[in-house]
């Protein structure tokens, strides 16, 4: 049962390392999407003149 145990803990703690890793991915892809948005609406600012 030790054995089975090791490996349920091993299985677990990889998917909870995945859904991390995925949940980073995803912060990362929306801080880069709000910056992309504030930079184009500053540039169209810009071009007209506010």
Known sequence: MD???SEI???TNCNN???QEAID???RE?????N????AVSSF???AGR
Do not use: G, I, M, T
């Open 25 to 27: 991915k995803a912060r």
């Open 17 to 19: 390392r995945e859904a």
């Open 3 to 5: 054995s089975y145990r």
């Open 30 to 34: 929306n801080e880069e999407a709000l």
């Open 36 to 39: 992309e948005y504030n930079e």
């Open 45 to 47: 600012n810009n071009r």
């Open 9 to 11: 803990e091993d299985f």
